[in-house]
């Protein structure tokens, strides 16, 4: 069963995304024909925060079958002439099986791509927020309605996920930076994607946590404004002054910004690991 891109909830497609997709599809349909079972859409673009310019094409494929290295090669194909065309929203997802989808496939392994190229093989892990997400909040683009796959939410080990995403990468993160060792160090100094990234991050793993939701970046931002203490305000408006394109930061001094999205991000970790 085929579905035009353009029928499906329109109101939450953006024009250039569904132009994209509806290429991607044909393309895909002509070079691996009776591959694709169902596709579906999660990210920002299920919870309308999708930002042009920004935001990529979240996806998760479901595939009938096992792949080979030739249909794999094709794929590898296809994601590259799309990032020729399609520099932005660029496709980021996987492709996954039924049984990976319902966690029986504890040995499978899924191609990822993203930013165009093949970026290696993963485990489809149930207690993801993308999981989660695609679960509650998926977008049907092609193919069967999501429910018709068992997939549980156990809020328990998504949490436990999520806690482990907090204490290993964001963690690490925040070490180097503090590392005059690290490129991170003097990164944080003069990156405003770095202080976007790493406010808005833990601030989005916060809400989820305390909140058992999910929500877009600027909604974590938001969210943190209405219950983090006041004097870590400064910092989280400034990243979502950085999200939201606009040129004039409230800070004088890059070290005094620097350093406060280290003491702020210090106190979101011990937070999330409190709840």
Not at 243 to 268: A, E, H, P, Q, T
Request: hydrophobic share 35%; glycine share 8%.
């Amino acid at each position: 069963m085929k579905h035009s891109v353009s029928t499906i909830q329109p109101n939450k497609i953006p024009a250039k995304v569904s132009e994209a997709l509806d290429d991607y599809l044909k393309i895909a349909d002509e070079r691996l024909p009776d591959l694709l079972e169902s596709f579906y859409l999660f990210g920002s673009i299920s919870i309308n925060a999708h930002q042009e310019g920004l935001s990529d094409i979240d996806f998760f494929a479901v595939v009938k079958r096992e792949l080979t290295e030739a249909e794999v090669e094709a794929l590898r194909q296809i994601h590259q002439e799309m990032k020729r065309k399609y520099p932005k929203p660029g496709l980021d997802g996987m492709y996954v099986r039924r049984e990976d989808l319902e966690g029986t496939n504890e040995g499978g392994r899924c191609p990822y791509f993203n930013e165009g190229k093949l970026q290696g093989y993963r485990l489809f892990h149930r207690n993801w927020i993308d999981a989660f997400q695609l679960k509650m909040y998926g977008i049907v683009v092609r193919g069967l309605p999501i429910e018709t796959y068992s997939l549980p939410l156990d809020w328990k080990g998504l949490k436990a996920s999520l806690i482990e995403n907090i204490n290993g990468y964001w963690l690490n993160w925040v070490k180097r930076c503090e590392s005059v060792r690290s490129l991170q160090f003097p990164g944080l100094f003069v990156s405003s994607g770095m202080i976007e990234w790493g406010v808005l991050g833990v601030t989005r793993l916060y809400y989820s946590i305390r909140e058992e939701d999910i929500t877009s970046k600027m909604g974590g931002g938001e969210y943190a404004l209405r219950t983090v203490p006041e004097e870590y305000h400064k910092i989280i408006r400034e990243a979502l002054r950085i999200r939201n394109g606009n040129k004039f930061s409230l800070y004088g001094s890059i070290v005094k910004r620097r350093r406060d999205v280290l003491k702020f991000m210090n106190y979101m970790i011990k937070e999330c690991n409190n709840l």
